[in-house]
């Protein structure tokens, strides 16, 4: 079985100060994990993936998240939040290299203040 | 390519009638998912499909709910008849296996269907 927490629904930062957006998962198998956005009234977005290579991942748009296995979380973060990062976040899980469920998160929206 | 189509992007329609919406994967891909996102439950997993052929449908809310992938380029979902509460949006999605596993379950989405039922 497989789960995903993220454990902000909302999230406020000042434009130009550090984004963390924070992702646990549980999962039976050797988890894929992705971080997927969605920008008001569109479809979602791959922002980056981890699929057991690096545990330090980049995606586009300067975030990167890193999988760490013994506290089963795959947290974003983006150094210097721009305006353009307001949007709804999710966290992903699914087993690795496989065609399974791919299962959402509940989703963490970010607001960035001028 | 030009992505994931959905259609319509907009639907309204009263309580009772009968709602279609559809969905033109990627070329190449060979898994569809239909989700649907609402405020209250976030974004849920209805029905996926491997080479049209339906996988998974433990999420299809109810038999009023129902999904058909007659070839590679196409797909419905049928709501029939619809309530207010089925109120949503509805998204498609698809991947392949063409990008190996390291492509595996990266989805590309559509742009959704707003549905409004009155």
């Known amino acids: 079985a497989q789960s995903v927490t993220q454990l902000d629904s909302h999230v406020s930062v000042s434009e130009g100060t550090p984004v963390l957006l924070r992702c646990n998962y549980s999962?039976?198998?050797?988890?894929?994990l992705f971080w997927y956005v969605q920008h008001p009234n569109k479809g979602l977005q791959l922002l980056l993936k981890y699929t057991s290579a690096a545990t330090l991942v980049k995606g586009i748009n300067g975030f990167e998240a890193e999988f760490k296995k013994s506290e089963t979380s795959f947290h974003l973060t983006k150094p210097s939040a721009h305006m353009s990062d307001a949007a709804e976040y999710f966290c992903v899980v699914t087993r690795k290299t496989s065609y399974d469920k791919v299962i959402f998160g509940p989703g963490t929206s970010l607001s960035v203040i001028p | 390519d030009a992505g994931v189509i959905q259609s319509p992007r907009h639907e309204v329609t009263e309580m009772g009638q009968e709602v279609t919406l559809r969905c033109k994967p990627i070329?190449?891909?060979?898994?569809l998912f239909w989700y649907r996102q609402t405020m209250m439950r976030g974004l849920e997993l209805l029905i996926y499909f491997n080479n049209n052929v339906p996988i998974d449908d433990s999420g299809m809310p109810e038999d009023r709910f129902s999904a058909k992938m007659p070839n590679a380029s196409f797909s419905t979902l049928k709501i029939q008849p619809s309530e207010p509460r089925d109120s949503a949006v509805y998204f498609c999605a698809s991947s392949g296996t063409s990008g190996g596993p390291l492509g595996a379950n990266v989805l590309t989405f559509g742009a959704g269907s707003r549905l409004t039922v009155l």
């Open positions: 070329s190449g891909h060979d898994y």
């Open positions: 999962s039976s198998y050797s988890p894929s």
